[in-house]
């Protein structure tokens, strides 16, 4: 039985809500479509309750799933960090959105919404937090700000155990909890001196530029521009801010063109990892062979592929495919790349999601044409 | 205290019976110390058929460029760019407030100047005054553009500060202007870019 069937027939068979009492409620919906990803996902409305992360536990336990459309005017702020914790936990993306029956039971998602105070503090959880960007194929954008933090709230969640009446009275407690959850989630701690700044009844409201900088919204829908750099003796076009490790490079090395996918993490086994999944080194051999790079609508073939080990600023694993000159020549004018295997199956689909990677926009094709004039010589 | 809280997740880098040593560098762009004129590393960018490096301080107040127009000249430009408190053509520090750019008139086309070593070396430079120029759109709003010797380009690798001597601008009772048509170097130049600068002319 295929996957899509079991979804179709989960969202079919028990739609609406699967939990619901005082507070947030968590839905799971559909759109009705057939597909893998993209047409089902978790509604979470209402405030934020001390009894909120256990529905969330609950929910996750009858088959709830992401990614998770946040619409909520904030609640208990432990609460909201206990519930981001739970969303990373549970592997889920968070968005920001509203969502509404368009038949029968079918939903959509809709423009507005918004996820504030607490809430921006749970949308942290997400394992890709999407603000003000794409989502579901929809181009919605949703509000997010944050709250002054109440950091005598804070405080009372660990004062039964760990602080003297001394400690409670230190405000670095206070920081040093929320900074420390701040870097569990990969956020930048630059937000807690945002927050920290507001004066009473301030809010503050991310642009989609601070979003990225301070990495309350991660890169699945974000731009990642392309820039120069230089590699060795020559010139290499990268995506990504610096100091981005995983990204997509550009270059060439004497007569031959090559597209690497770059990656700052992997298991012990070595093998390149996402924030959600590693790939096999077996799978990525395999799915090479035979494939085909696709640069925006163009595909072309791949000669062969190398992977590399622990290279300098970071780089865990680079992947570089030798592909024609005109792959290369192609890129500005495309937004992303993707890679088609010989073979379509569930399994080969899913290592060749190696080499998706997606910009945002289109960029200045004069950084390729000084990419192929200044190739790597040895 | 106006730190960047960065400095919470470098210190998490060390384990905690160890120290997370900061290079000077970072100390500066994350501003445990002092200083905002601090110069991030080299953007390499495309500047007509050709390239330029450029680099922006911390600050977002001054920037440096090079590139060239034709290899066959041997000149390399070098721009110091200044934005202005107000955005428009005038600068201010301590000693002078809002000069306009067109009392910046040298006397002289050529200014002795030096590329700053650490350590207290330095070679001389002599760099030609080329123009004043605004360029709003990026936020600079007076710059200096001169032209140096493909030799003395080559020697901006390990220097950390172009200096002029402000006496040596021969600018009538504007002396002060020194400091805006001097500029930091950061780190991180090697001769492979200032190769690659020549070989990208515009």
Redesign the interface.
């Known amino acids: 039985m295929s996957l899509r069937f079991v979804l179709a027939a989960f969202l079919w068979l028990s739609p609406g809500a699967i939990v619901h009492a005082e507070g947030m409620d968590f839905k799971f919906v559909g759109n009705g479509g057939n597909c893998y990803h993209g047409c089902a996902w978790a509604i979470a409305e209402g405030e934020i309750t001390e009894e909120t992360p256990a529905k969330f536990t609950e929910f996750v336990k009858q088959g709830g799933t992401g990614p998770i459309m946040l619409k909520s005017t904030g609640g208990t702020v432990t609460s909201a960090m206990k519930l981001a914790r739970l969303i990373r936990a549970a592997g889920m993306e968070t968005m920001i959105g509203t969502s509404a029956p368009y038949y029968n039971n079918w939903y959509e998602p809709k423009k507005g919404g918004a996820c504030t105070d607490a809430c921006a503090i749970a949308f942290l959880g997400g394992t890709q937090r999407l603000v003000g960007l794409k989502t579901l194929n929809h181009e919605l954008s949703g509000r997010l700000s944050f709250d002054r933090l109440n950091g005598a709230e804070i405080l009372e969640t660990i004062a039964e155990t760990k602080l003297t009446g001394e400690d409670l009275l230190q405000e670095q407690v206070e920081i040093g909890l929320f ?1 420390n959850f701040l ?1 569990e989630m990969g956020i ?3 937000v ?2 945002k927050m920290a700044a507001l004066a009473p009844g301030g809010k503050f409201e991310p642009s989609d530029q601070e979003a990225r900088d301070l990495r309350i919204a991660t890169t699945v829908d974000a731009e990642h521009p392309w ?4 590699l ?4 290499m076009a990268r995506t990504g801010e ?1 100091g981005e490790i995983d990204g997509l490079w550009a270059f060439c090395y004497k007569e031959t063109f090559l597209l690497a996918r770059t990656f700052s993490k992997a298991n012990e086994a070595g093998e390149p990892c996402t924030d959600d999944f590693c790939y096999s080194v077996d799978g990525i051999a395999d799915v090479f062979e035979g494939a085909k790079l696709n640069v925006g609508k163009m595909s072309y073939p791949i000669r062969y592929a190398q992977t590399l080990r622990d290279m300098s600023d970071g780089i865990k694993l680079l992947v570089s495919a030798a592909v024609p000159r005109q792959a290369l020549e192609s890129l500005p004018a495309a937004t992303q790349v993707t890679m088609s295997p010989a073979v379509d199956s569930r399994v080969m689909n899913a290592a060749a999601t190696i080499f998706k990677w997606e910009w945002g926009s289109e960029f ?1 094709p ?2 390729i ?2 990419v192929l ?2 190739c790597v010589s040895g | 205290m106006d730190i ?3 400095v ?2 470098f210190a ?1 880098t060390a384990s905690p019976d160890e120290f997370a040593y900061m290079t000077e560098a970072h100390a500066a762009e994350l501003r445990v110390v002092d200083d905002p004129g601090a110069m991030k ?1 080299w ?4 500047l007509a ?1 050709g ?1 330029m490096i450029e680099s922006r301080s911390v600050d977002k107040q001054k920037a440096v460029r090079f590139f060239c127009l034709s290899r066959e000249t041997g000149r390399v430009h070098v721009q110091i760019m200044n934005a202005s408190d107000d955005g428009s053509q005038r600068l201010t520090n301590e000693y002078a407030q809002g000069t306009l750019d067109k009392f910046f008139f040298p006397r002289l086309g050529t200014f002795e100047s030096e590329l700053r070593y650490p350590e207290a070396k330095a070679q001389p430079l002599r760099l030609s005054f080329n123009r004043v120029l605004s360029e709003p759109e990026s936020g600079f709003h007076v710059n200096f553009d001169f032209t140096m010797s493909e030799a003395e380009f080559r020697a901006v690798p390990g220097a950390n500060h172009l200096y002029f001597w402000p006496g040596h601008a021969y600018v009538l009772d504007v002396n002060f202007w020194g400091q805006f048509v001097a500029s930091k170097i950061p780190a991180r130049m090697d001769s ?2 200032t ?2 600068v020549l ?2 002319c515009v």
């Open positions: 900074v870097l930048s701690s630059e807690y001196a820039r120069l750099d230089h060795a003796s020559g010139l610096r200045d004069r950084i044409d000084l004039k200044n | 960047s809280t960065e919470f997740s998490s590393p953007d390499i960018l495309p058929s390239l492979i870019l190769q690659i070989d990208n």
